[in-house]
C-alpha cells in the first residue's frame, strides 16, 4: 500500500528525480549537467517545499474543518538549524532522494551538508521552542509559532589566537527555500504618538492613541513537518517593513528623504536576533521587536478566530497562546487593548478572557535577566498600553489590599511598577498577574520559583503555578544527528520509538547482551572518527577515538561553570606532569560555545580553554594523555555532530542557577554518562536513569543557599588547606599558561578567592575532580561502560518533548490532537 501512496503523494523515486530537475531548470534555470552541489540543494529543497505546502493546506483544512482550538506559541527565538535532513527524515523520502541524488551524481549527505542553519535563537530558550514545534505537528496538534523574521541570525563564532570574533550571520539568503511569504496576510503596527483624552457619545471616558507611526509585519510561513509527513503546521515569522500609506503620505508632501528614511528606520526592526540569553537593560529596539512580535502575532490570532466567531465570548475556548519567557509579556496589554479599544468588550470582561487564554513559562532566576522597561520609554513607545498596564496594576494592588491590608512591602513587591528613580515595569509580574498559568522547566526550578522569585504570588494563586519539564524531539537528537544509533535500536525492540519514547526502556536487556554492547561501542566510535575529522577541519587539532570524549559545549556563561572544567583539566595536567599520576585512560576535552559579544569574563574563558590547551599541547609528557579541542561556531548543526560522538557529558552548573538544561537529555540519549551537578533536569535525569548510571557532584541548591545566606563561603579558607586548589588556582595566578601574555589570567585568581563569588567554583571542585577521576577508571571497563550508557538511553524515554508537550495541551492549554482523516492517510484527498 506505501508504494501506491507514494505514487500518489509523488514520493517515489522518480517523482522526486523529475521535480528537481524541473527546479534545476525553472526555479534556477540551469541543466542538472551543469549543477553545482548548491543548485542541487536548492532544487531539492524547492520539490521538498512543494510537497510540505501541500501538506501544510490539508492539515490546515482538516483544522479549520475541526473547529478545533488553536495553540500560538510566542517566541523571540526559535534555533531551528537545517531543515533539510529533518524534512526528509520526517516525510520518510530520506532513501528514495538518496537514489534520485544518486542519478545526478552525488549523495544526499553532501546534498543536506549545503545548508546553513537558520540559527535565529541563541541556546537552550531558542532551541526549545524549536523542539516543541516539531513536537506539536507530530502529535497532530494545531500549534503554531510566531516570532521575528531576523535578516541577521546569532553571529558566527572565529577564533583568532584564541579570542572569539564576531562576524554578522546573513540567514537572509538561505531563507527562500525553506518559507513562503505571506503578502496577504501582512499587518499594520502603530507606535509612539500621544493619548488624547476625550469623552464618548455617553460621556464616558475615551482615550484616544493618536498620532502613530505605522509598521507593515509581512509575514513569512515556514512550514513544520510532523513525523510521518501528514500533519504540517507553520512556523509564521514577521519582517518589517515600511508601511505603505505612511511612506505615500510623506512622498506627497516631497519630503523624499523623510520618506526614505522612514524606510530604513521600519526596517531596523527585524533586522537582527539581539545576542545575548539575558536581556539588555534599556535598549529601545529590543523593546520595539517584542512589541512588534506581540502585535503581529495577536493581530492574526484575532483575525483567524473572527472568521469563525462574531463575539470574543468563546476566544478562551478557543485560542490558546504560550509566552516563551517575559519577551512577549506587551501580549497581556495587547490582547487587552484590542478587545477593549476595537472590539468594544467591556473591561473586565476582556480581562477575564485575556487571563484565560495567555500562559508564561519561566525560563530563568538570573536577576540579570528579568526584563524590567523604564516606565519613559513605555510612555513613549506605548502609551496606550501603559495605561492598561497601570489600569490591571491598580486593579491587582486592589486584591492585594483586600487580602493583605496594611503589608506596604508585599504590595512594592508585586506591583507591576516598579517604584523608582526610574520607574520601571516589571515584565515578569505583568505575566505573572496576566497569565491563568505560571510554569517553570523543570522540578527543582518550579519549585525556586515558588519559593525564591515569586512566593508572594504564589501565596495568593498556588493553583496557577505547574510545572513542565523540558524535552527535547528525539527526531533531530536520534534520528537525524544519530542515524546509526536509531538503526540499530530499531534492529533490537522494532520501529516506532521514534514517536513513542519510553518505549526505549525495551532495551534493558540489551544492556547485558554482550553482542549488542559491542555494536552500541562500534556505533560511538564510528561517530567520534567522524567528529574527529569536523574537529582537524575547523581547528587542526588532531584528536585521537579511543581517547575518552569529554564535552561541555552549550553558552559560555559563569553559572554554566567552563571555569571548573577547565579547573579540573589543570588539576590533571598538574598532577600528570609533577606528580607522575596518568588519568586512567588518555582524555580529550572538547568545548563549544558562544560567549556574548560584550561578556568579557566569558571571552576571556574561551582564551583560557584555548591557552591551556596549548600549553598541554607543547608538553611532551603530558600530550599523550590529555588533549583540548575548543570547536569554534557552536550551533545546531555542530551539536548534531558533537553530541553522538560523547562519552562524558558535562552539566556542572552551580546548584540553583540552570533552570532545566535540554543538552543534559540530549547527551543522555546519545549514550554519553552525564557528570552533573544536581541542578536543573539534572536531578531528574539522575532519578530515571539510576543514580548508579550518573555522575553527580557538588553542593545542593539548598546548600549553596544556605552559605549564601550564611556568608559562610570562604574560598581562601579552601585554597590554603588544600594543597592541590592552592596549586591549580595559583598556575592561573603564574605565566604558565600565557607565557607570551604576561598576567593574563592573573585575575582568575582573585576571582575565585573573592567571598562574594557568585558561583561556587572552588566550593565544588574537590567533589567534581574526584568524581571525574571516578569516571575515567570505570571507562576503562568497556563492559561497565557500555552497560551504563546503554541504561541511560534505555530509560532517558521521559525527556521527549512529544511528552512535555502532551503535559502542555492537557494541564494548560486544554489541546486536543487532530489526526489526519482516512482521505489524507490515502494521499485521495483533492
Ligand atoms: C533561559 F532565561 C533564559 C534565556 O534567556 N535563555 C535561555 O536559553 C535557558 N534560557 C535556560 O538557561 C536553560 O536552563 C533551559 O533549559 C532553557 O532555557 C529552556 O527552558
Known amino acids: 500500500m506505501e508504494g501506491e501512496l507514494y505514487v500518489r503523494l509523488g514520493y517515489t523515486m522518480d517523482a522526486l528525480y523529475r521535480s528537481i530537475t524541473r527546479h534545476l531548470a525553472y526555479s534556477l534555470g540551469v541543466v542538472p549537467t551543469q549543477a553545482s552541489k548548491r543548485d ?48 526528509l527524515r520526517a516525510m520518510k523520502i530520506y532513501d528514495q532522494v538518496a537514489e534520485a541524488l544518486e542519478l545526478l551524481g552525488t549523495d544526499v549527505e553532501t546534498i543536506c551538508d549545503q545548508e546553513r542553519d537558520a540559527a535565529l535563537g541563541n541556546g537552550g530558550l531558542g532551541r526549545l521552542a524549536a523542539c516543541f514545534l516539531d513536537s506539536m505537528a507530530s502529535l497532530d496538534m494545531p500549534g503554531f509559532g510566531y516570532g521575528l523574521h531576523y535578516d541577521y541570525g546569532l553571529f558566527e563564532q572565529d577564533i583568532s589566537n584564541g579570542y572569539q570574533r564576531e562576524k554578522p550571520d546573513s540567514w537572509i539568503s538561505e531563507a527562500p527555500a525553506l518559507q513562503v511569504e505571506r503578502a496577504d496576510a501582512a499587518c499594520i503596527v502603530p507606535m509612539y504618538g500621544r493619548i488624547e483624552e476625550t469623552k464618548d457619545k455617553w460621556g464616558r471616558h475615551n482615550p484616544l492613541w493618536l498620532g502613530w507611526n505605522l509598521v507593515t509585519g509581512v509575514p513569512y510561513d515556514i512550514p513544520i513537518a510532523g513525523y510521518g509527513g501528514l500533519t504540517v503546521n507553520r512556523l509564521r515569522l514577521f519582517a518589517a517593513r515600511p508601511s505603505t500609506e505612511f511612506d505615500i503620505k510623506i512622498f506627497n508632501e516631497g519630503d523624499y528623504l523623510r520618506a526614505v528614511e522612514q524606510k530604513i528606520e521600519s526596517e531596523k526592526i527585524s533586522k537582527i536576533l539581539y545576542p545575548k540569553d539575558s536581556y539588555e537593560a534599556g535598549r529601545e529596539l529590543r523593546l520595539i521587536q517584542e512589541y512588534f512580535l506581540v502585535a503581529c502575532s495577536l493581530n492574526d490570532i484575532v483575525r483567524t478566530y473572527e472568521k469563525d466567531y462574531s463575539d470574543y465570548n468563546k476566544f478562551p475556548e478557543k485560542v490558546a497562546i504560550q509566552l516563551n519567557d517575559t519577551h512577549p509579556a506587551l501580549a ?99 505575566a505573572i ?22 512566593p508572594n504570588f504564589f501565596e495568593m494563586w498556588p493553583e496557577r503555578f505547574n510545572n513542565k519539564t523540558n524535552g527535547i524531539t528525539p527526531r533531530r537528537w536520534l534520528c537525524v544527528a544519530n542515524p546509526n544509533l536509531h538503526d540499530l535500536i530499531e534492529d533490537a525492540i522494532g520501529p516506532g520509538f521514534v514517536t513513542d519514547l519510553e518505549r526505549l526502556r525495551e532495551l534493558e536487556p540489551f544492556a547485558e547482551d554482550p553482542v549488542f554492547c559491542e555494536k552500541f561501542l562500534q556505533v560511538k566510535h564510528g561517530n567520534k572518527e567522524r567528529l574527529k575529522d569536523v574537529i582537524f577541519n575547523t581547528t587542526v587539532v588532531e584528536v585521537d577515538p579511543a581517547s575518552l570524549f569529554d564535552v561541555q559545549v552549550k553558552r559560555i556563561h ?22 607522575g599520576v596518568e588519568p586512567a585512560n588518555p582524555k580529550t576535552f572538547i568545548f563549544a560555545g558562544k560567549a556574548a559579544p560584550g561578556y568579557w569574563a566569558a571571552k576571556q574563558l574561551i582564551k583560557l580553554i584555548h591557552n591551556v590547551g596549548n600549553t598541554i599541547e607543547d608538553d611532551p609528557k603530558a600530550r599523550d594523555f590529555l588533549k583540548v579541542a575548543f570547536a569554534p561556531n557552536f550551533r545546531v548543526t555542530l551539536a548534531e555532530q558533537i553530541i553522538p560522538a560523547a562519552d562524558i557529558s558535562q552539566q556542572i552548573s552551580t546548584a540553583g542557577f540552570e533552570a532545566s538544561g535540554t543538552g543534559n ?166
Open 40 to 87: 542541487i540543494y536548492l532544487a531539492l529543497s524547492y520539490s521538498v517545499r512543494d510537497r510540505l505546502l501541500e501538506k501544510m493546506l490539508k492539515t490546515n483544512q482538516r483544522y479549520e474543518d475541526s473547529g478545533a482550538k488553536r495553540l500560538y506559541y510566542l517566541s523571540m527565538e526559535f534555533l531551528i538549524g537545517r531543515s533539510l535532513a529533518n524534512n
Open 332 to 430: 497581556v496589554a495587547e490582547l487587552m487593548r484590542i478587545l477593549v479599544d476595537q472590539k468594544w468588550v467591556p473591561w473586565e470582561r476582556a480581562w477575564d478572557i485575556t487571563n484565560r487564554t495567555i500562559a508564561y513559562t519561566n525560563h530563568t532566576l538570573l536577576p540579570e535577566a528579568l526584563e524590567k522597561w523604564p516606565e519613559s520609554l513605555l510612555a513613549r513607545l506605548l502609551p496606550r498600553h501603559l495605561q492598561f498596564i497601570y489600569d490591571i496594576n491598580q486593579q491587582f494592588l486592589d486584591r492585594v489590599v483586600t487580602l493583605w491590608p496594611g503589608d506596604v512591602d508585599r504590595m512594592r513587591n508585586m506591583s507591576i511598577v516598579e517604584e523608582g528613580p526610574p520607574r520601571q515595569v516589571r515584565m515578569a509580574n505583568l
Open 433 to 454: 498577574v496576566g497569565a491563568h498559568s505560571v510554569n517553570g522547566v523543570s522540578a527543582l526550578h518550579t519549585d525556586l520559583i515558588k519559593k525564591s522569585l515569586a
Open 558 to 579: 559563569e553559572y554554566k561553570r567552563q571555569l571548573m572544567n577547565v579547573l579540573g583539566i589543570i588539576w590533571e595536567y598538574l598532577a600528570l606532569t609533577e606528580d
Open 665 to 830: 537529555m540530549k547527551f543522555a540519549l546519545n549514550g554519553a554518562l552525564t557528570i552533573g551537578t544536581m541542578d536543573g533536569a539534572n536531578i531528574e535525569i539522575s532519578q530515571k536513569v539510576g543514580r548508579e548510571n550518573i555522575y553527580i557532584c557538588g553542593l545542593t541548591a539548598y546548600e549553596i543557599e544556605k552559605m549564601k545566606r550564611a556568608g559562610s563561603y570562604k574560598p581562601k579558607a579552601m585554597y590554603d588547606k588544600h594543597p592541590m586548589i592552592k596549586r591549580v588556582v595559583d598556575s592561573l595566578a603564574s605565566d604558565r599558561f600565557c607565557p607570551r601574555e604576561s598576567g593574563l589570567f592573573a585575575w582568575l585568581k582573585d576571582y575565585l578567592l573573592a567571598d562574594n563569588e557568585m558561583f561556587f567554583h572552588l566550593a565544588d571542585l574537590e567533589s567534581y575532580v574526584k568524581t571525574r577521576e571516578l569516571s575515567t577508571k570505570e571507562y576503562v571497563d568497556k563492559t561497565l561502560w557500555a552497560k551504563k550508557a546503554i541504561l541511560n538511553v534505555a530509560r532517558v524515554g521521559h525527556f521527549s518533548s512529544d511528552r512535555t508537550i502532551r503535559q502542555y495541551a492537557d494541564e494548560i492549554w486544554d489541546l486536543v490532537p487532530i489526526p489526519p482523516t482516512e482521505a489524507e492517510k490515502s494521499g485521495k484527498l483533492k
